[in-house]
């Protein structure tokens, strides 16, 4: 082979599963797993059956139930609601009769697509991840290139294992320096969307680089790639390194012994080389990053916690003062007001960007000794059934409803108003989820997106508060 | 998949950016497991007051944009979810191509796979459909594909831009899977280098 330019990740990952460019550029990407959940697929899987098409890897493929389904005890005894009923069972009778792989509602492994796929060893680096979702980016913390995709990508994976692409541009953000008391990678993701705008990343895979992410946990970094989709970029990814690897070692399912070794040797080789061409480069400097919170509706409307909120008719043009207007209105905010001073109804700690297992210690740390405020419904929504049961094994659930918190079951939850976990109109909430889009958590619905160490906060303050004000209590 | 070739009706001005998946279909709305149904949920939390009643301030619930076949918005239209149940509910509404200057990337692919054309057009272009759109039923819009160009009512052409292979696709009202099962000798070909090479991708 002649020697090649210098690489970068994303470019390496890419050219190792281009099964046939075809003429206009386009790729046939080859896919080596391909998790599936009960809402994107019926479809999909109704697509093969009309064309008489099988399932191509079912060793690749894996399904789970996340989205709809409640999250209190209600799963024991049966899925009240009758659609969300049917949509599961549509996915239990698919995957039995396309022999895929379906965890089953009540399995300890159960959880949200997003946590399950690293947590079982299943996504590893150098791989490519698809998902009928699009927060599919946080498994690009492995190091592997992950994205959502749509419910005719779907049943072109189920059909073909391959999709068509077409190759993205590579975009940097460098992190660099120690990170503040208080923050956390949600806290860094939200500031790199602040700065970048939701669309900042269009045509892009955004690699996360730098001695700040380094130094991330793997559940940090799934929380920084989980947000590069609301950067508006296709893909987050960050380098496997040790602590990669040693993560991988502890997972159920991953590679073991001489498999392991023999993957781990293709693993190093993966990041990008010194000198490979980023098409865009964005540098943030983690001593800057206060805890944030968003004050809009959209991910890129946030501010540090010690902020206000932002008056509309300053804005540059026009059609930017019309969107803030609608944002201040829909939000019931007055410019100016302080956020700390805005009181919560219900606070959200879970979803696929902020449920794992040092998502609750962190929770359940502020709250051990404290209180959540009268009239406030705090939530804690364990990622996966694994996690839960790590949780209750080091007593996180007891410290948090002692602390008054709601402990529930794994799933999607309140992260979309689709299941029973919903906003009323008009409520706030403190969400750690990933969107504050109009109606996302329920019609009306006002959220702001926030750490778990900050909503944590705010639920024993009652209000939007600054968790270097709630650091955990000594010896209680 | 239909196909698409060219389209002449009313557009619908919506002059937002950023018209996210969830304002276009909610989610409490995604439980169907059919393709079809979801029209009348298109962009619901605008389109109907907490009632059920039709909220008369917006544009598809007026005269003549209930009949709307094309739709012009701002920038990063169909940001969000990767939900295609958002090109569905287009689609099964009656909107057939999307104008605006630029799009999500996922909501990009997913129109193009049913059928519904999304037309990048700079922001000022934009501004000047949004006002023909705004002159209601006598100014119809065309869009038309095998020419890649957008005809306003004053018979002014402009001219777009749209992937070959997706244009060739969605002319022709082709399937991309039938089309991918064409190199399955190179897919197996695919596998089993792979699986020699990185055998614990294989159970191995
Ligand atoms: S937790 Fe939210 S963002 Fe994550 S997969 Fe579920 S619905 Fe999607």
New interface residues.
């Given amino acids: 082979m002649s020697a090649q330019k210098p690489r970068t990740l994303f470019d390496k990952i890419w050219d190792a599963h281009v099964?046939?460019t075809?003429p206009?550029g386009?790729a046939?990407l080859?896919i080596?797993l391909h998790l599936t959940h009960e809402?994107?697929t019926?479809?999909a899987f109704?697509?093969l059956r009309a064309?008489g098409?099988k399932l191509r890897r079912p060793?690749?493929t894996l399904g789970v139930i996340d989205?709809?389904i409640a999250t209190d005890s209600s799963r024991y005894t049966g899925i009240i609601?009758p659609?969300?009923r049917?949509?599961v069972e549509?996915l239990e009778r698919n995957a039995a009769e396309f022999g895929m792989p379906l965890i089953p509602l009540l399995d300890e492994r159960q959880g949200i697509v997003h946590v399950i796929g690293p947590e079982l060893g299943r996504s590893?680096p150098g791989?490519t991840i698809v998902c009928?979702?699009?927060h599919?980016s946080t498994h690009g913390a492995m190091g592997a290139l992950a994205f959502?995709?749509?419910?005719?990508?779907v049943?072109?994976v189920l059909?073909?294992?391959?999709l068509?692409q077409?190759p993205a541009k590579n975009m940097q953000v460098l992190v660099e320096g120690n990170l503040a008391v208080g923050c956390s990678g949600k806290d860094i993701t939200l500031a790199v969307i602040g700065k970048i705008g939701?669309?900042g990343g269009?045509?892009h895979v955004i690699e996360y680089c730098g001695d700040t992410i380094r130094a991330l946990d793997m559940a940090g970094r799934m929380t920084v790639s989980n947000m590069a989709i609301e950067g508006?970029a296709?893909a987050g990814l960050i380098a496997p390194d040790q602590t990669t690897f040693d993560y991988i070692a502890r997972t159920p399912d991953g590679?073991k012994g001489a498999?392991?070794e023999?993957?781990l040797a293709?693993w190093k080789t993966l990041p990008s080389d010194p000198g490979a061409h980023f098409d865009k480069v964005v540098k943030l400097a983690a001593h800057e990053i206060a805890p944030q919170v968003t004050w809009g509706t959209?991910p890129e409307d946030v501010l540090p916690i010690t902020g206000v909120v932002p008056d509309p008719e300053e804005a540059a043009d026009e059609?930017r003062r019309a969107?803030l207007r609608r944002m201040v209105e829909y939000m019931g905010l007055t410019p100016g007001q302080r956020l700390q001073d805005l009181p919560v109804d219900v606070v959200f700690i879970g979803s696929c960007t902020n449920s794992r297992i040092e998502d609750i210690r962190i929770a359940a740390s502020i709250a051990r000794g404290r209180k959540v405020a009268d009239g406030v419904r705090a939530l804690v929504v364990p990622g996966s059934g694994l996690v839960k049961k790590q949780a209750e094994a080091e007593g996180l659930d007891r410290i948090l409803t002692e602390a008054g918190f709601e402990w529930r079951e794994a799933g999607c939850s309140m992260c979309?108003?689709?299941n029973p976990d919903?906003l009323k109109?008009g409520q706030r909430s403190a969400s750690t989820s990933n969107?504050n889009?109009?109606?996302?958590q329920?019609?009306?619905g006002r959220t702001h997106l926030l750490s778990p160490a900050m909503a944590a906060a705010a639920a024993i303050a009652g209000h939007l508060a600054d968790v270097r004000d709630y650091q955990p209590k000594e010896g209680v | 998949m239909e196909a698409f070739t060219t389209l002449t009706g009313i557009a619908a001005p919506m002059?937002?950016?950023?018209v996210?998946t969830?304002?276009i279909i909610?989610?409490?709305f995604?439980?169907?497991?059919?393709?079809s149904g979801f029209g009348k949920h298109l962009f619901a939390?605008a389109r109907y007051r907490?009632d059920g009643s039709e909220n008369p301030d917006f544009v598809l619930n007026q005269e003549p944009y209930r009949r709307a076949e094309i739709l012009i918005a701002?920038?990063?239209f169909g940001?969000?979810?990767?939900?295609?149940h958002a090109?569905w509910a287009l689609l099964d509404f009656g909107i057939r191509c999307v104008i605006a200057p630029?799009f999500?990337?996922?909501f990009h692919?997913?129109s193009f796979?049913?059928g519904v054309l999304p037309v990048k057009l700079p922001r000022a272009v934009c501004e000047q459909l949004m006002e023909d759109a705004r002159l209601g039923g006598n100014a119809r819009i065309t869009v038309d594909l095998e020419r890649q160009v957008v005809v306003r009512p004053s018979g002014e052409e402009i001219p777009f831009q749209v992937?070959?292979?997706r244009r060739h696709l969605l002319l022709n009202g082709l399937d991309?899977?039938g089309?991918?099962?064409q190199?399955?000798p190179?897919?197996d070909g695919?596998?089993a280098r792979?699986k020699a090479a990185?055998?614990?991708?294989?159970?191995?």
């Fill in positions: 099964v046939e075809l206009d386009t046939l080859y080596d809402v994107t019926p479809q109704d697509g064309a098409r060793d690749a989205h709809n609601d659609e969300s049917l949509q549509t590893l791989m009928g979702d699009s599919t959502g995709i749509g419910t005719s990508e049943e072109h059909a073909t294992q391959t068509l077409k939701t669309a269009t045509g508006g296709r590679p498999s392991f023999r993957a293709w959209s059609a969107q979309l108003g689709m919903k109109p969107r889009f109009e109606g996302r329920g019609p009306g | 002059p937002q950016a950023n996210d969830d304002k909610p989610a409490r995604l439980k169907s497991i059919s393709r939390n907490e701002f920038e990063n940001c969000g979810s990767s939900r295609e090109p630029d999500a990337d996922i692919n997913n796979k049913n992937d070959p292979l991309d899977i089309q991918t099962m190199h399955a190179a897919i695919f596998e792979q990185q055998p614990w991708l294989y159970g191995g």
